[in-house]
């Protein structure tokens, strides 16, 4: 994993080397630690959610559990300067219901800020929903292709 750290970074880093550790070895049981990780107000934005508070991030990831099996994180690279950070990350699982014993991958990266005592205040994933899961799903991956087929330049 590869990390760029600015001189005089040490309460960020600090910050990020702990919610790196939580992502990376997040489970069911684990959950309760996210209120350490996140200021009570804390703002979180995906492709699918906007929420604001701990509980409320909490239950994306209890749902997440629920769906999915075992999924994983991986942070691939992180990016820290101030109380900022960028974390490109991949998103493991396999799903319970379409061919369950094949691994999925989804790739992104999340943008977050932190406060003064180093929670995260401000959390936004970006990933790209339609290639790396719409189009992986039968039917409405056939008319996704189709899609960006017709869409690309030739």
């Known amino acids: 994993m590869k990390t760029d750290l600015p001189a005089g970074s040490d309460d960020s ?11 990376q ?9 996210l209120e350490a990780c996140y200021a009570p107000d804390a703002y979180f934005k995906d492709p699918f959610n906007e929420v604001r ?3 409320a991030i909490r239950r994306i990831f209890e749902h997440m559990f629920t769906a ?7 942070i691939t ?18 799903l319970r219901r379409w061919k369950p014993d094949v691994e999925q991958c989804i790739k992104g990266a999340s943008f977050l800020s932190f406060d ?7 959390h936004r994933d970006y990933w790209d ?5 719409y189009a992986k799903l039968p039917l409405l991956g056939v008319l996704m ?3 960006r087929r017709k869409l690309a330049t030739s």
């Open 13 to 23: 880093a600090a910050a990020v080397r702990r919610i790196v550790q939580l992502y």
């Open 25 to 33: 070895e997040l489970a069911p049981d684990r959950l309760s630690e």
């Open 53 to 55: 508070g701990v509980p």
């Open 68 to 74: 999915l099996q075992a999924p994983r994180f991986v």
């Open 77 to 94: 690279q992180q990016i820290v300067q101030d109380h900022r950070a960028f974390l490109e990350w991949e998103f493991r699982f396999r």
């Open 116 to 122: 003064e005592q180093g929670r995260v205040s401000h």
């Open 129 to 133: 929903a339609a290639e790396e899961l």
């Open 145 to 147: 292709r189709w899609l």
